[in-house]
């Protein structure tokens, strides 16, 4: 137990669906990241969070949506999504963005878009 | 952030020292090192990070070299449930704290 909780654990969708996945922390952090972890390839940072407000947002195309409502709380929400996004997708946190301490990850979901 | 070069697997008997080595020859004066390992399945787990001087706590030691062009992950006594992928990073202290994973060393502890 990191924490870190993600919802749904295993999630099956088609290419014209609408879904999100949600992370919560209960660590009182202030940073929160999406991960993605396609198989045979090494996890990506898809987005970084400091307090509600993206700071980085790395080249992820606009079909991944994320939503920060606040600092516990972080949504990923998905759309016409493609088979190649199937993938893990994981939540972590630090305390802050600029933090040199650990991140935190959840047990992540697991996507299969068909 | 400095890139990171680790063997792609490694065995490791039950009950010995799984010693994980880790180049980063380019790494700068302020980058930290980091060790997360991920078990089949599951989200990364933190394990120990260091800037120059040696580590340890509960789960493992760092060992970095005086000149900091690599570092040894070293889990003193393996057991099965240490079977993991077990990824090296470095990354800037005082920058955003993003890591950026590589492939890591699959180690694999057999009894």
């Known amino acids: 137990e990191t924490g870190v909780t993600q919802t749904p654990r295993h999630l099956v969708m088609g290419m014209t669906n609408k879904k999100s996945l949600k992370c919560e922390q209960h660590l009182g952090h202030n940073a929160m990241y999406w991960y993605k972890q396609s198989a045979k390839k090494p996890l990506e940072l898809m987005f970084v969070y400091s307090l509600e407000e993206r700071v980085e947002n790395n080249s992820v195309p606009s079909r991944f949506s994320p939503e920060c409502p606040n600092s516990s709380h972080l949504f990923l929400h998905l759309h016409t999504l493609q088979p190649e996004d199937s993938a893990l997708y994981l939540c972590a946190s630090s305390q802050d963005v600029t933090h040199t301490g650990e991140l935190f990850f959840g047990e992540g979901s697991r996507l299969t878009v068909l | 952030d400095a890139k990171t070069t680790q063997p792609t697997s490694m065995d490791c008997a039950e009950g010995r020292a799984a010693n994980l080595p880790c180049n980063h020859s380019?790494?700068?004066?302020?980058?930290?090192v980091y060790w997360y390992r991920q078990i089949h399945s599951q989200g990364p787990q933190y394990i120990i990070h260091g800037l120059k001087n040696n580590e340890t706590n509960e789960m493992a030691s760092l060992i970095i070299t005086e000149d900091r062009k690599s570092s040894t992950l070293i889990l003193p006594h393996a057991t099965l449930r240490d079977t993991a992928v077990y990824y090296c990073i470095v990354r800037v202290g005082g920058g955003y704290n993003k890591l950026i994973f590589g492939a890591g060393t699959r180690l694999a502890v057999h009894p």
């Open positions: 380019t790494i700068s004066g302020n980058e930290y």
